[in-house]
């Protein structure tokens, strides 16, 4: 009989990139970690709401974003394999949030609550500096996002995208993408053929 994947191994395998873990480490991890799949366009966060779900993502594409008084929608992260997602405000003050996290894909994702999260910092003290590391990361990411949204160029923010988010970026909508980099999807269509049109140089 065919042996059953390890649907952890891709976490524990994100978390080792970090830091090596041991067998009990491991073990932890399968214990205070939840699989769940998700249909695509479904919550897994709602505005309003407190974010419960520190998520990995095992299989599929997210969005988090907020949609502001006029109906814009403003994207501020895309998550794929292997990304994590999560409100890390409302996740760690357990404040409402002012952001929404929905699936752009079907998805299948490994999450740990704020309590299990608390248990796992107390049972492997090693997951205070991992988690620690990536939710700087994380939010890193995030913060360089807005400072280019606010100081660059549509052409400019394309190009940042693809560089960030080269390994899916094919997957998502033109109308996500538009919405991710403040632009209209007819912007979007003329900064993409300008990027591809042959450029002549003067000798």
Sequence with gaps: MKEAPNIYQPIIDYFERVAALDETEKDLVK??????????????????????KFCFIVKGCMRMYMIDEKGTTHILQFAAENWIIVDALSFRQRTASNLSIDTLEASEVLYITPENLKLLYEKAPIFNYII????????????????????????ERYLAFQKTYAQFANRLPQTQIAAYLGITPEHLSKIRKDITKPRHFIS
């Design 31 to 52: 214990e205070l970690f939840t699989y769940h799949s998700f249909k695509r366009k479904e919550f897994l966060l709602r505005e309003g709401e407190i974010c419960n």
């Design 132 to 155: 620690r590391d990536l939710l700087e990361k994380h939010l890193t990411t995030i913060q360089r996002r807005l400072l280019q949204y606010m100081s660059s160029t549509g052409e």
